[in-house]
């Protein structure tokens, strides 16, 4: 692993110095391969056309064909990308998921994030079924709930983002994504780990749930140049978004293709001193690529830098907090690559390797007061790779992996001024999924191992107070794994599916964790079971009903009462047993041909904390009862009309690092953004042009209290204008 280490932290500084020279060159000599095996085009295909290889290939189409069939039916008003390695069920997909999980997964397409035109990543996000998410004018500013809680890993092409990721999203270009894929439940085992990477305070880690971003890469030679501008209501100033992708893709004779591409991005939302949650990016990524017989192989380079005010908090009483705290600047640098050598039809090698570096500094001032102070500088760096081969033999699959990663951090973050960890988390997965009954019932199995060493792990209120040599080379408990799913197509129109998973966490965090009076902690263990009934009645409506239930017992989670051991100062912690259930409803169709709906209802039925026998329910205190959601895009000539709608139910608790507040007044909104677009053209180049309103109900709703509310600006209206060829 140090190593791979040493190799992926040469590549991530040469991106570095080098960006745009190392995707150039390597695009030019992609060119230079192709036009050299432009000579051996007859031959090859030739020998491709009169290979014994011909019937497998047939054979292959067919089996894709047979298994596209069993998907849930999904209609979202976009086509999905026409990428190989993009597709549901194909063994190239670095991130492909079993049948079984399609009811529970939901994507977004680049024509999806032209439609909406949501803010950000995070606005993106909180537009899936069953997803909350809350915003805090703190250090840790975004956290996301799915079904009442968990956990997401974020993985970008294929790399695996860091611990920080809440303060990475918010800068990262929508116009970079080709698709957006949600995985609820976590019950694929081959994604990623199932504990989280890097440092770990917390005892409650094994993952609910996927994010997974793969980037735009050219079809063609292309482009678009977008511009934004807009301005909320209450004296704000205004912001505006641009950005720019050019790219190209080639082809010879013999079938090798190779592409590059570009996109250079930036963000400003400046805000005023009375609301202080001003935002700003600027950013680059770089794309290349070739397929060249049965070897794929992609890279991915992007680094950005910005601003991130921790917006003021309104207090109860309606006075502002002095805090005076941002960002600045936040720098990420992601290096990825991956690729497939598909030795037959059936039978693929895949491999990942990556690198992440993040750094913040932070600002720590008062308003009213020119006295402030600057915390030193947090790196934190995180490199890895993965392995998995897929088999395929008649009707049954087998997928098989081994992921690695190693993290790196030093300097002050959140709420501890000093840390300093060395951490690898090391994990295998192995599935099968066997078709029976002519591919009406797909059964899965899959187990995985996650185990975390800590090299050195140490965090303090100063450095002073550090202790270095805290938990050196220690191996904790591993986490494991096992996890069964079933999809049944009961006739042409009627699908059920069913996943159940079962985890023994083991231990995620860096220490033991030490519970008040010297209780004695008890191992984790999680059960899940997601059941799922789809019907496609017709075009325009094709329902699927979800039952959820998530039971953990022993969950660890940080008190606010603290000790002292080897200088540092560490959280004591509580164990409870938590439950969770509730239903999912998502109907989505096409009306007239013209029209495209996805409509959701989750509602909680269940969110029990047991602990010293005292059972406390968090509906309608820590987490809504009830969230709606609403996506509909309509077609009408050259002019698009978009709208989406959410409606989320009011709690009224808040945990954070200042404790508990119990404020009431969270939540409790209906949220409309629309949008009316319409295309022009000119001669080779198309002309979209937008007016959109977010908030358009104008409400200052709230999600979190710690140092007071953080409300939404409100109404923001907005133009854009984009052009493409």
Known sequence: MRRVNYWAEKLMNYGEMKLWKLVCVTGLLLILILNTSHVMGAETETVVSEGEDTAAVTDDKQQKSDVEEL??????????????????HSLTNLYRTEVSTEFASEVFTRQDIQ????????????????????????KSPYMIQMRGGGTFTYIIDGAVLPKSVNRILYKFPVASIEELKIVRGATSLTLGPTIPIGSSGSGSGINTGFIIIRTRQPEKTEGTLR?????????????????????????????????????????????????????ESHGGMANTGFTSGKFNFNMMVYKDSGEFEMQRGVKEDGSLDTAKWYYDPLEVKILSTDGSLQWTPDQVTLFNVFKTDYEQHEHNETFGSTSGTDRDQYNEDTSGFGLRHNARFADTLIQAGFQMSSSTGYGPNLKTSYNRYDTTVTGFSASVEQSLFNNSLVLDLGGRWDEKHIDNTSSARSASLATDDANNDVDMAPAKVVAFGAHWKVTDRVTLDGRYFYGDQGTSGDFDMRLEDDATPHAEKQERVEIGLGVAIASFFNPTLTWFNIDTENEKTATTATYELDSG???????????????????????????????????????????????????????????????????????????????????????????????????????????????????????NAAIFGRNLGDENYSTRYATGYYPDRGRTLGMEVSFSF
């Open 71 to 88: 998907a849930p039916l999904t209609v979202t008003g976009s086509k999905r990308s026409t990428r190989p390695d993009l597709h549901p």
């Open 115 to 138: 439609n909406f035109k949501p803010k950000d990543l995070n606005d993106l996000i909180d537009k899936a079924a069953g997803i909350n998410i809350t915003y805090q004018g703190r």
């Open 227 to 279: 511009a934004n501008v807009e301005k909320s209501i209450g004296g704000h100033p205004a912001g505006y978004s641009t950005d720019l992708f050019v790219g190209t893709r080639m082809k010879n004779q013999a079938g090798t293709e190779a592409y590059v591409s570009a996109l250079a991005s930036k963000m400003d939302r400046p805000s005023q001193d009375t609301w202080f949650d001003g935002q």
């Open 569 to 687: 100062t560490y959280y004591y912690y509580t164990e409870s047993d938590e439950l969770r259930r509730g239903i999912e409803l998502a109907i989505q169709g096409t009306i007239l041909k013209n029209t495209f709906y996805k409509a959701s209802w989750t509602r909680m039925i269940k969110s029990e904390s047991t602990s010293d026998g005292v059972t406390t329910d968090a509906i309608g205190v820590s987490i809504p009862e009830n969230i709606f959601g609403l996506t509909l895009t309509h077609h009408w000539n050259a002019y698009r009309f978009n709208i989406s709608v959410k409606q989320v139910d009011e709690w009224i608790e808040t945990t954070s690092g200042m404790g508990t507040a119990s404020t009431g007044g969270l939540g409790d909104y209906t949220r409309v953004d629309a949008n009316i677009s319409r295309d022009f053209a000119l001669k080779n180049i198309i002309i």
